[in-house]
Each structure stands twice: as structure tokens, then as C-alpha cells.
């Protein structure tokens, strides 16, 4: 079975906007079975669109096509894919009155009622995220679905009106699986010695670098992936921060939720950057409680109340500083555990001592506080202020799962680390 993928707009054509659409497409194919054979990318152009239309009848049986279904002038997708088909558009009346239904409190613009002009013999695929349709046609050999170029309209009716016509239709060609597991502290080159090792014949091994995670991606049948998966876990074993889904931050709220904690951050470099992270996540508030964003030494001490003679002593990126900050956010927000970051994010600030790049991190929990600095390669700012973040989930997660906190990182040198009770942690003055 031949599937393919069309993306069109001079934007994407052009490199002014990234096309995202068709490697997402590419990916939930992949996972259902269907190998797609090619990925095309045209411009805003009737005669070009129209060719392409016909071309990808004779060769596929499935071609998905993204973007051009909006109101404006050079939205040129459904009357290119009526000439393709040697039809003619028609208004669909249905669309009409679920537009005017959405413009009831205010008047619609009459350039509009383009998005309800499809081919003769066109399905329409509901867009509830949108104002353009999408539609099915026939056209020559091949069922083409049509979907709006906004990638949360895109990808909603794919998954929700497109991929079960295809599994209805088309059987898929392969009852393969994709597995995925995202690390972080190792390096690309590491991990992919690591892991090469369990490679099988049936199972395939794919590697991607989204920093500050490092993807694997296993694709094969279930019996094929689950002993290169099972041994992976065993090799990169403290290293896997998440598995199927890349994003952090829902991991750790899911893990912090379960246990019923709340979690309070001290940041300085990051700047609100890892409160940003986690409330980016829905559900949040059920046991973040929020941030103090301590940039100054001045607001150090005056909201954590760390004292100028423990600065001009330490530092502020320092083991002692950052222990502080932890354990007063903790206090103050009468948190089950704090976050801490203080560091030298640059492009100035540093010195021969502590250099750019120099980052001091606490976690302050009920037993004990954990500090340690690292030094981070020169990155640019950043990304070290990312990779700062980072390093923060990590400590949470290593805390959680309750395994070594301070592991060996590719690039980042550990400087310093301590573990103190609570007994015998630092006060802040």
C-alpha cells in the first residue's frame, strides 16, 4: 500500500515556517502500520498543486494533503483538487450553517464562506478546532484526505475523522509497533553505543537528539522489541528519564501527584524558566505551588532571606547559597520538596574560578538537601539555562525513583556535591 504526504504553502516552501505537520504525519503512520513512500512540499501555485494532484492519483492508493483550505486568495487547495478530479466546486451547505452557527455573536467576514466551496463528491471531515474544513475525494486511483495547515486542527482531525476511514478502508501494511525512550545525561554518541549492541533483525533502532533528551526509537513487532527494550532498560539503567511521551515535565507531575507532594522552586539563572516548564502541563497546580525567581542577590536576600555575609563569602553560585534557597523556599511554602538553581548562564559573569557555564543546584526535602555544582560545556546562554532546568527535573526524578542523585554526566563536570540532614544544613544567615 502507497501512501504520501503533500504539504503546501510558499511558507513551508520557503523555509519561513517549519514543516511540522508532515513528520508528525509521518510518525502516526509509521505507528498504525502504514509506511508512507514519499513527503512533497508545494507552493501556492494552482498549476502546480493541480499537476502534483494527478501525478499522486496514478502512483498511491492514500495521499494526505495539509494546508491551503483557508479564506484567503491564495488558499488554492480544494479548487486544485476539483480540477485534478474534473469536477467542479460546489457549496456545501452543511459547512455553511456550522460557520454561521460559530460567527452568531459577531458578523463573518463573506470571504469565509470560501472554506464551504469543495469539490463535487467531497466528504467533509468536521474541523470542531476550526473554521476550515477538511474533505475526502476520490480522485484517479488514490483517496485523498484534505486538512487544515494548523498543526493542533491538523493533527485533531487526523486522529479523529481521517485514521479510522483508513482503517476502515486500508489494511495496514504492517503490524509493526514504535516504542520510544528519552534519556538525558548521556551523550548521542554514548547511547547509541550502548544500545547498538541489543540490535535484532527485527527490530529496528533510530536515534534523535531534541536537547536536552536523546530519543530512542525501537520499530518492530511487540515480540522483536521487547527483549532489545527489556535490555535497554537494564543498560541505560538511572538514565531513562520518560518512555512514549518526551515531555519531562508531565512525568514528573504525574510521578509528584501520585505521591500526593507539592514542590516549590527557588530559580536565579533559569529566570522562571522551570516554572514555565512545569505549568505548561495541565493539572499542575495539583502540587506545584509556584516560584521564587531570585535573579538578584538583593531578592535573594530579602524573599529567602540568604544573608549578604553567606553571599560575599560563597558566592552566589554555590553549594551554600543554593542549599539555602531550597531549604527557606521550602519553609516559606511549607512544600514536602524545593528546587534551587543558581548559576553563570553568560555571556559574561564569569571568572577563572567559576567560569560560564558554573551552576549550583539544591534539593531540599524533608530528611536532607542535596547540593551539588556543575560545570556545563560553553553553550551559549541558552542552553545552559535549558540544560539547568534540566538538570533540576533530573534531581526530582532521581529523588522519586529513589536512586543515585548525583550520576555521572557527559557534559556537565561535577565540581561539588553534599548531602546534609536537616539537622545540619546551612542556615541562610
Not at 151 to 170: A, G, I, N
Not at 253 to 275: D, H, I, N, P, Y
Not at 288 to 295: A, D, H, I, L, Q
Not at 387 to 400: F, H, K, N, V
Amino acid at each position: 500500500m502507497h501512501v504520501e504526504i503533500i504539504s503546501t504553502g510558499n511558507e513551508v516552501l520557503h523555509g519561513e515556517v517549519t514543516d511540522t505537520n508532515s513528520a508528525w504525519l509521518a510518525s502516526r503512520l509509521i505507528e498504525t502500520g502504514y509506511r508512507p513512500i514519499k513527503q512533497i512540499t508545494v507552493g501556492d501555485d494552482f498549476n502546480h498543486l493541480t499537476d502534483l494532484f494527478v501525478d499522486c492519483s496514478r502512483s498511491s492508493d492514500v495521499v494526505l494533503v495539509t494546508g491551503g483550505l483557508g479564506p484567503t486568495q491564495d488558499d488554492l487547495t480544494a479548487a486544485a483538487a476539483a480540477q485534478a478530479s474534473g469536477t467542479e466546486l460546489e457549496v456545501y451547505r452543511e459547512w455553511v450553517h456550522i460557520l454561521e452557527e460559530r460567527y452568531r455573536q459577531r458578523k463573518m467576514p463573506l470571504s469565509n464562506l470560501k472554506q464551504a466551496r469543495l469539490p463535487r463528491g467531497s466528504e467533509i471531515l468536521p474541523n470542531p478546532k476550526g473554521t476550515a474544513c477538511g474533505f475526502s475525494l476520490q480522485i484517479g486511483s488514490a483517496r485523498f484526505f484534505f486538512m487544515p495547515g494548523v498543526p493542533y486542527e491538523m493533527k485533531h482531525m487526523f486522529d479523529e475523522e481521517v485514521l479510522p476511514r483508513m482503517l476502515q478502508s486500508f489494511v495496514p501494511t504492517e503490524q509493526k509497533m514504535t516504542k520510544r525512550v528519552f534519556t538525558f545525561g548521556l551523550s548521542e554518541s554514548k547511547v547509541g553505543e550502548l544500545v547498538s549492541a541489543h540490535k535484532n533483525d527485527g527490530c529496528s533502532i533510530g536515534f534523535r537528539a531534541s536537547f536536552p533528551l536523546i530519543e530512542v526509537k525501537l520499530y518492530g513487532t511487540k515480540q522483536k522489541i521487547d527483549p532489545v527494550l527489556n535490555a535497554i532498560r537494564c543498560t541505560l539503567k538511572g538514565y531513562i528519564f520518560c518512555e512514549d511521551v518526551g515531555d519531562a515535565a508531565s512525568v514528573i507531575q504525574e510521578s509528584m501527584v501520585k505521591r500526593k507532594w507539592t514542590l516549590v522552586l527557588a530559580e536565579s539563572c533559569t529566570g522562571g524558566l522551570l516554572a514555565d516548564q512545569l505549568v505548561s502541563v495541565p493539572g499542575s497546580s495539583q502540587y506545584f505551588m509556584g516560584s521564587f525567581v531570585t535573579y538578584s542577590n538583593l531578592l535573594k536576600t530579602r524573599l529567602l532571606h540568604v544573608s549578604e555575609r553567606v553571599l560575599e563569602s560563597n558566592g552566589a553560585v554555590s553549594l551554600r547559597v543554593a542549599a539555602c534557597m531550597a531549604s527557606e523556599a521550602r519553609n516559606k511554602a511549607s512544600a514536602d520538596i524545593a528546587l534551587s538553581v543558581s548559576g553563570i548562564a553568560g555571556p559574561g559573569g564569569g571568572t577563572d574560578e567559576k567560569p560560564v557555564g558554573t551552576v549550583a543546584f539544591a534539593l531540599a526535602a524533608r530528611e536532607r538537601t542535596y547540593s551539588q555544582v556543575l560545570q556545563f560545556p560553553a553553550w551559549g546562554r541558552s542552553r545552559i539555562r535549558k540544560g539547568s532546568a534540566m538538570i533540576c527535573l533530573d534531581m526530582l526524578r532521581r529523588y522519586i525513583e529513589e536512586i543515585q542523585i548525583f550520576p555521572d554526566y557527559d557534559y556537565a563536570k561535577r565540581i561539588v556535591a553534599k548531602v546534609q540532614t536537616v539537622q545540619d544544613a546551612p542556615g541562610a544567615s
